[in-house]
């Protein structure tokens, strides 16, 4: 970003991806099959990036507490609210494109 200095940049994208998350919390019918097939990333990547970001600065993140700040709430209870099952065509759409997961 061209004239915004450093603090001002990760701020902005700090806000930018509070605000993606917020949203996939809100677009519970949006399953990550969908998002992966689409945009060939889905929530579990977003837990992923958060953890790996934690871990390369030393703080202490599990798998699961990443999780839990990407989806809102433990992953398995939003599997168990929200996921559905993949249709063969999802499925099929997703091994055609095989995302790096």
């Given at each position: 970003?061209?004239?915004?200095d450093?603090?001002?940049?990760t701020?902005?994208e700090a806000?930018a991806f509070r605000?993606?998350?917020?949203?996939l919390?809100?677009r519970?019918?949006?399953?990550?099959?969908?998002?992966?097939n689409?945009?060939?990333f889905?929530?579990?990547c977003?837990?992923?990036?958060l953890?790996?970001?934690a871990?390369?600065?030393g703080?202490?993140?599990s798998k699961?507490?990443?999780r839990t700040?990407?989806?809102?709430?433990?992953?398995e209870?939003?599997?168990?609210?929200?996921?559905?099952a993949a249709?063969p065509?999802?499925?099929a759409?997703?091994?055609?494109?095989?995302?790096?997961?």
């Amino acid at each position: 970003m061209k004239h915004i200095d450093e603090k001002t940049r990760t701020e902005l994208e700090a806000a930018a991806f509070r605000r993606l998350v917020e949203h996939l919390r809100e677009r519970t019918d949006v399953q990550n099959i969908d998002l992966m097939n689409l945009a060939g990333f889905c929530r579990n990547c977003l837990s992923n990036w958060l953890k790996d970001a934690a871990d390369e600065r030393g703080v202490a993140l599990s798998k699961e507490e990443s999780r839990t700040h990407v989806y809102g709430m433990p992953y398995e209870e939003w599997k168990q609210r929200h996921q559905g099952a993949a249709s063969p065509s999802q499925i099929a759409d997703f091994e055609k494109s095989k995302p790096g997961h």
